[in-house]
Every structure is written in structure tokens, then in C-alpha cells.
């Protein structure tokens, strides 16, 4: 079966402090995994993108990592600052099928000063 | 372009009316979802359409739930009599092309059903 869990559920964290959140899947075949950050009410907007053969891509202050021998992901944020919060949502595709995207449940971030 | 945009952000109803939201894809992508998001929650997969076509349903999309995209451009998803239970985030995106191309999501339309 098609999943992906993510942990922590939840996470406060100080401003100006390092984080890491955690994906693990069981998608296959596996084409891509993305992290979405989705601001409450909002959209989930892409923060990057990684294909089987990529083991870490930066985004900023964002840094992801790909284990695909492991079918785990991280999403690291150096520096919090308050604009990070919000929830951030693993997303892996499969390389068939219509629905080939799947969803964890996301980590909801909380930065406070 | 401005992104996928979702009309209307928000609408409140009550239990038993019909309700249509619409999305407009990022021009000429040819994919397009919907999606169902609760509190705390992932989005859900509701259909998938690529180009005109709706091609998968998920089974959470009851009988009740319809949705359309005439033109292959903007889409359109209904609820028919409407349920507490419907209350949610509705959420479109679309791509382009192949499985690694990006998804894009609109900011969606948030249900509340009274």
C-alpha cells in the first residue's frame, strides 16, 4: 500500500533555532518527493523537489535530503524564523497512475520569539 | 500568469444546498485535481482530470459530488445537498506534462456547512 507518514506531528521551536522533520514512504515505483509548506487557510506552496537520484537539494534556508534506499526524507530549516511557521507536507509520486501523488499528514511548525 | 486560482476562498451554507466552487488552472497545464483537506489533515484525492477528460474518481467522491472541466481549461465541482460532514478545504491543482513536473496548488475554498 501506497503511504507516507511524517513526524513529528508537531513542533515548537525557539526563533533563530534549527529543526528537522522526517518523511518516510512506501510509494512505489517511486518518481519524485516534494516538500509543500501550506500557510493556514492557504495552499500548499512547493519548497523543493527531488527525483530518485538526488540525495539533498537547498532551498534557502531550507534543506531537504532523500534516502531512497531507506524511503526516508527530511526537511531541514536552519534559523527559524516566525514566517516558518506553518504546516510542511511530504508529498511522494508514483511513476504511474492517475492519482499518483501522495500525501502525508504534514508537521504543523510553530516558531515562537 | 497569476497561479491556479479558486473562487470563491470561502463560502458558508446550510445543510441540504448545493454548492460549486471553481478553479482555474495555470494556462495550458493539462493536468488538473481536486483535492479534500480536513484540519490536521493531508489533502485527500477527490478526481484528476488531464485535459477535458476526468479520468479517476476516488471512491470519498459520493454521488453527490460531481465535477466537470467542459473546455479542458477551468473546472467546476459541485456538491449536491450537502452534509455537516462536507465542511473542509477544497483544494485545485494542475501540472504539465510528465509525472516529475510540479504540482501547483490554489489557495482553495474553504466549505462550512451549517
Known amino acids: 500500500k501506497n503511504q507516507v507518514e511524517q513526524s513529528p506531528q508537531s513542533l515548537i521551536i525557539l526563533e533563530g533555532k534549527n529543526c528537522t522533520l522526517q518523511?518516510?514512504?512506501?510509494?512505489?515505483?517511486?518518481?519524485?518527493l516534494r516538500w509543500y509548506k501550506q500557510d493556514t487557510g492557504r495552499g500548499p506552496v512547493s519548497l523543493t523537489i527531488m527525483t530518485f537520484s538526488e540525495n539533498t537539494k537547498s532551498n534557502g534556508r531550507y534543506t531537504a535530503t532523500l534516502d531512497a534506499d531507506t524511503k526516508q526524507s527530511s526537511l531541514h530549516i536552519t534559523a527559524s524564523q516566525l514566517s516558518d511557521s506553518a504546516s510542511y507536507i511530504c508529498v511522494v509520486s508514483a511513476l504511474r497512475g492517475a492519482n499518483n501523488l501522495f500525501f502525508g499528514t504534514g508537521t504543523r511548525l510553530t516558531v515562537i520569539p | 500568469d497569476t497561479g491556479v486560482s479558486q473562487n470563491p476562498r470561502h463560502k458558508i451554507t446550510k445543510r441540504g444546498q448545493n454548492v460549486t466552487f471553481r478553479c482555474d488552472p495555470i494556462s495550458e497545464h493539462n493536468r488538473l485535481y481536486w483535492y479534500r483537506q480536513t484540519l490536521g489533515q493531508g489533502p485527500e484525492f477527490l478526481t484528476y482530470?488531464?485535459?477535458?477528460?476526468?479520468?479517476?474518481k476516488s471512491r470519498l467522491l459520493s454521488d453527490r459530488f460531481s465535477a466537470e472541466r467542459p473546455k479542458g481549461s477551468f473546472s467546476t465541482l459541485e456538491i449536491q445537498r450537502t452534509e455537516q460532514g462536507d465542511s473542509a478545504m477544497y483544494l485545485c491543482?494542475?501540472?504539465?506534462?510528465?509525472?516529475?513536473?510540479?504540482?501547483?496548488f490554489g489557495q482553495g475554498t474553504r466549505l462550512t456547512v451549517v
Open positions: 491543482a494542475s501540472s504539465w506534462g510528465h509525472d516529475d513536473t510540479e504540482a501547483f
Open positions: 482530470f488531464q485535459n477535458e477528460a476526468q479520468l479517476e
Open positions: 518523511c518516510n514512504y512506501t510509494v512505489s515505483p517511486f518518481s519524485n
